[in-house]
């Protein structure tokens, strides 16, 4: 089975433009999650998609927002990017929602924000 | 607010040495605990979770309700045990994972 695949994997941008990232889960996993990786707060979860529905959200400001299609594949989207955006946003996919489906994670895209 | 946290940000052990690395989470009920590894150059991935009660790669979770710790051990440390290890535990209702900052295991040879 194929992995969790993200793109793009890199990306530059200047401060107040926006970005979309791309997620595409395992075949068959419904649920997508999206975290937010830096060094000085680590692993931040941002939401969650099951269904095409949000089914849980992070502390995050409105900027960030993402959607998930029919075919399970999802998309977060960040607005009005600060420099403080900057980092590796993680996407992880898994069959459902019970605690006891294992996370799989993708390669990550690294967001630099200039 | 619920808290994960790992005290070491880098933990270095010889070969062969037992190792541990620490978790301690904030107080809740019944917590469901993880630890994820991450292999230089390598996604992040499940090591083990706590209600399986397994070992996996020859480490060991066992959850201290009453220290609220969750350390992973190994009695012999391979080479190869080299990565970022993470705690982790599914918070609240809305089933957020909360996430330690990591420990990077360091086995030296």
């Known amino acids: 089975k194929a992995g969790v695949t993200q793109t793009p994997r890199y990306l530059i941008k200047t401060r107040g433009q926006q970005v979309t990232l791309s997620c595409s889960p395992i075949?068959?996993?419904?649920?997508v999650s999206w975290y937010q990786q830096t060094p000085g707060q680590g692993l931040q979860f941002l939401f969650e998609y099951f269904s095409e529905t949000q089914r849980n959200k992070g502390n995050f400001p409105g900027r960030f927002s993402g959607r998930q299609f029919s075919n399970s594949r999802s998309e977060m989207n960040v607005s009005t990017l600060e420099l403080g955006d900057s980092a590796l946003y993680l996407c992880?996919?898994?069959?459902?929602?019970?605690?006891?489906?294992?996370?799989?994670f993708g390669p990550g895209t690294r967001l630099t924000v200039l | 607010a619920q808290r994960v946290t790992q005290p070491e940000k880098l933990l270095s052990v010889f070969k062969g040495a037992p190792v541990e690395l620490k978790c301690n989470y904030s107080?809740?009920?019944?917590?469901?605990l993880f630890w994820y590894v991450q292999y230089s150059r390598q996604r992040l991935q499940l090591l083990l979770r706590h209600i399986s009660r397994e070992s996996i790669k020859g480490f060991t979770a066992d959850l201290n309700k009453g220290e609220t710790s969750f350390h992973l051990k190994k009695p012999f440390a391979q080479e190869e045990d080299s990565a970022m290890y993470y705690c982790?535990?599914?918070?609240?209702?809305?089933?957020?994972?909360?996430w330690g900052l990591g420990t990077s295991l360091a086995v030296n040879p």
């Open positions: 107080y809740s009920g019944s917590p469901e």
């Open positions: 982790a535990r599914y918070a609240g209702n809305n089933r957020k994972l909360i």
């Open positions: 992880a996919s898994r069959l459902g929602l019970p605690s006891t489906d294992t996370q799989y």
């Open positions: 075949s068959g996993h419904r649920s």
